[in-house]
């Protein structure tokens, strides 16, 4: 068939929850059958988000490829099941380079290289690449940012110019919004909204759909004022009221008929009844009752959660399977190297130290991982977690405190943790690490075997520096088991303590590979650990059939 478009443009205001209203509508496609895939299109300058500070971006998703990517494309993924490719995920900076580079190369030949028609051509062509590379029948594309941004133009533009290169019945458009609330007159005002889509109707698109985005219920008439005024047909207005629980976003879009009436506008007919019992249970699993364990997070971005957003949604998922609520305990590790902030960490029953860069809060880490392996706690290293373990217990078994990573010491007597090999002569920052799917090879009787019931796993990796296998005798003699390695047994990808209820870092980012309804493997085991050492036993409701159904 011929590939189908869906566009997503925002309104008013950012992070209204574009990126999941994309992941959604694409679960519904899905669920009546279509292959689906979703594209970001981020205005930003960057080559991609690599290179930037989880404080400006969120987290860096990892692609199988070893894309780094906008944290929306985790979204994608986990709300679609799909594994997404490099191109969906495309930037201003990477459409730039394309076109100077071609530029340059003489390609042009002569002509005036200019943002219409050259730079939104190679945009279009970018769209144009995600259905090859993934198959997907139905292509949704999200546009980062609020129409009226000047850096979207291009974007927009190329958007507008799709219409007539694919046709109407082949590209839809849906402008998500927000209806701010006025507390004095106790009222939700649409004239943004019918601003934004005046805005977006000045460049040439007119919204098949108006998602409206809102804190409280949104009434029918002002459903009917957004349709006058905006001139989408009413059952084309879409009120979605915030929700503590992402998951239930699929769902109310299926109630509000958006799935049917896409299909509609695009002149599918749906190949299959959407079975949303899955999600149904999930949903509920999510809102009954539960008994909360608590789990310490110590990082450095702590402030902004959207940092660690694939570790939050891959302890989520563990936690639903094994029906228990886990309340994150945001710890910020230099404040631990100050002496404040342990009471966190003591009052948990588990610990995370997630992935990171650059020498600030290491040592509140390491104190942490130290913490973990005296008093039994159960702790998880995830790539930086991994490493700092190691140091950690480096410090105690080499009786030297200067053991260390030579990412933060350069002239540390005991380099544990290296520059790889491969790393070493690499002078560009950008897109240059160990990225992407790497086979890994379980040892048996291991925490890491027993947990995955698998010998041969691949894992998404983000990182330049790893285990010095000058070190992998002493420490082991001391008490470290490499459980998880490069198949050609050269690498380090997963290291455990014995004699400990559970202390297991990855070298890899296995939150990248969790689903709410197939959790990893390893957070599993992670979070059985923390129950036990609460005492308390897994109370799933319901999994066993979820699980059963997945594809
Ligand atoms: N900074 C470390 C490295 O580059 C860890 C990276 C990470 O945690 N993703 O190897």
Redesign the pocket.
């Known amino acids: 068939m011929t590939t189908k478009y869906i566009f997503l443009t925002g309104g008013v205001v950012s992070s209204v929850g574009k990126g999941v209203t994309a992941a959604a509508i694409g679960r519904l496609l899905k669920e009546r059958g279509f292959q689906v895939s979703v594209q970001k299109l981020d205005p930003y300058l960057n080559v991609d988000p690599g290179t930037m500070s989880p404080y400006q971006h969120g987290e860096v998703f990892v692609l199988d490829d070893g894309a780094e990517t906008d944290l929306d494309l985790g979204h994608y993924e986990r709300f679609i099941d799909i594994s997404l490719s490099r191109v969906c995920n495309v930037t201003t900076g990477q459409v730039y380079a394309e076109v100077i580079s071609k530029e340059r190369r003489g390609d042009y030949l002569g002509g005036t290289i200019q943002v219409i028609p050259h730079i939104t051509n190679e945009i279009k062509r970018r769209i144009g690449l995600v259905s090859k590379a993934t198959g997907a029948e139905i292509v949704l594309v999200e546009i980062g940012g609020t129409v009226g941004d000047i850096e979207s133009l291009p974007f927009l533009e190329a958007l507008r110019q799709m219409r007539s290169d694919v046709g109407r019945e082949n590209s839809l458009y849906i402008h998500v919004t927000w209806l701010p609330y006025i507390g004095a007159t106790g009222e939700l005002k649409t004239k943004p909204t019918q601003h934004s889509v005046r805005e977006l109707r000045s460049i040439g698109i007119s919204p098949d759909m108006i998602v409206a985005r809102s804190d409280f219920m949104v009434d029918e008439e002002l459903m009917d004022k957004i349709a006058l005024f905006c001139d989408v047909e009413k059952r084309a207005v879409v009120p979605m009221v915030t929700t503590k629980v992402l998951y239930e976003v699929p769902m109310m879009l299926e109630k509000a008929r958006v799935g049917e009436y896409l299909l509609e506008r695009m002149g599918l007919t749906a190949r299959q009844e959407p079975d949303w019992s899955l999600w149904e249970k999930l949903v509920a699993e999510i809102r009954r009752e539960k008994p909360t364990v608590k789990v310490a997070l110590v990082g450095k971005y702590v402030e902004l959660h959207d940092a660690y957003m694939s570790v939050r949604e891959a302890v989520k998922h563990a936690a639903l399977a094994l029906g228990v609520e886990v309340e994150i305990v945001w710890v910020h590790s230099s404040e631990l190297e100050k002496g404040r902030g342990w009471e966190s960490v003591h009052s948990s029953d588990g610990i995370i130290v ?5 020498s600030r809060g290491i040592e509140g880490k390491i104190l942490t991982a130290r913490y973990a392996r005296e008093n039994k706690v159960p702790y998880f290293g ?4 991994m ?1 700092l373990m190691v140091i950690e217990f480096s410090r105690y078994a080499l009786g030297n405190e200067e053991a260390n ?1 030579t ?1 933060f010491d350069r002239s540390t007597p005991y380099p544990v ?1 290296d520059l ?1 090999p491969d790393q070493r002569d690499i002078a560009d920052m950008g897109g240059t ?2 990225l992407g799917l790497y086979p890994c090879q379980l040892q048996p009787n291991t925490l890491a075997a027993k947990a995955y019931q698998q010998d041969l796993v691949k894992e998404r ?6 285990f010095n296998n000058a070190y992998r005798k002493v420490l082991e003699d001391a008490g470290m088991r490499y459980s998880g390695l490069s198949p050609d047994g050269r690498l380090v990808e997963i290291a455990e303590m014995e004699e400990h209820p559970f202390m297991l870092g990855t ?1 890899f ?1 296995p939150e990248f590979l969790s689903r709410p309804n197939r959790p990893h493997p390893l957070f599993l085991a992670f979070l059985e650990a923390v129950l036990k050492r609460t005492g308390l036993l897994p109370q799933p409701a319901n999994i066993e059939s979820v699980e059963a159904k997945i594809e």
């Not at 997630?354 to 650059?358: A, D, Q, R, T």
């Not at 990796?461 to 790893?466: C, D, T, V």
């Open positions: 997630p992935g990171g860069f650059g995830l790539c930086l977690g490493q990573s990412e943790i790889m690490m160990r990796h983000r990182h330049r520096f790893e070298q980012h």
